[in-house]
Antibody, heavy 118, light 107 residues
Framework: EVQLVESGGGLVQPGGSLRLSCAASGFTFSSYWMHWVRQASGKGLVWVSRINSDGSDTSYADSVKGRFTISRDNAKNTLYLQMNSLRAEDTAVYYC???????????WGQGTLVTVSA | DIQMTQSPSSLSASVGDRVTITCRASQSISSYLHWYQQKPGKAPKLLIYAASSLQSGVPSRFSGSGSGTDFTLTINSLQPEDFATYYCQQSYSTLGTFGQGTKVEIK
């Protein structure tokens, strides 16, 4: 059974940093692209970042470029999102998702809440 | 960047109704269009991928169509468990933008 479990969320002050993790199981993690998607309370889904299967290629939404870094450890079956210079508008539930055929996100984690507030 | 526009933003329907949601891309995205269902407090669930392919385990009352810039999600015979918010997403470009969502409510 495919499982994605996010962790690392919490309360952080503006300008602070946080690292999210997504532990994957039930599939060959090193064969799949992975994504981060976020959702502010009561708002829609926003794509944040993605990484290819070996970690050599990454992309970011303009709103996080230069502040967030996506990475992965295929030996540990874990995806990461390093978030620096956090702003109030980064407050959201962050989901990791597996990138399947044709770019679909076929499995999602349960999400981890990040709150940026003084 | 490719913009995705869904309509309507919300709709009210009754159990048994046929519901149609549309998604328009700001440029051609071929068939790189996917539909998700999200219920409150839950992660999104993939329903349709590549515009018209039904994800495994998803009931056949859900269907998708379209290519290029205009796409449609249809729910035939709406069931109580289908009241949720639906999102389209394009994967044609690296930045996998979502539509703003369509909330399907009980009439």
């Amino acid at each position: 059974e495919v499982q994605l479990v996010e962790s690392g969320g919490g309360l952080v002050q503006p300008g602070g940093s946080l690292r999210l993790s997504c532990a994957a199981s039930g599939f060959t993690f090193s064969s799949y692209w992975m994504h981060w998607v976020r959702q502010a309370s009561g708002k829609g889904l926003v794509w944040v970042s993605r990484i290819n299967s070996d970690g050599s290629d990454t992309s970011y939404a303009d709103s996080v470029k230069g502040r967030f870094t996506i990475s992965r450890d295929n030996a540990k079956n874990t995806l990461y999102l390093q978030m620096n210079s956090l702003r109030a508008e980064d407050t959201a539930v962050y989901y990791c998702a597996r990138g399947g055929v044709a770019g679909r996100n076929d499995y999602w984690g349960q999400g981890t809440l990040v709150t940026v507030s003084a | 960047d490719i913009q995705m526009t869904q309509s309507p933003s919300s709709l009210s329907a009754s159990v048994g109704d046929r519901v149609t949601i549309t998604c328009r891309a700001s440029q051609s995205i071929s068939s790189y269009l996917h539909w998700y269902q999200q219920k409150p407090g839950k992660a999104p669930k993939l329903l349709i991928y590549a515009a018209s392919s039904l994800q495994s385990g998803v009931p056949s009352r859900f269907s998708g169509s379209g290519s290029g810039t205009d796409f449609t999600l249809t729910i035939n015979s709406l069931q109580p468990e289908d009241f949720a918010t639906y999102y389209c997403q394009q994967s044609y470009s690296t930045l996998g933008t979502f539509g703003q969502g369509t909330k399907v409510e009980i009439k």
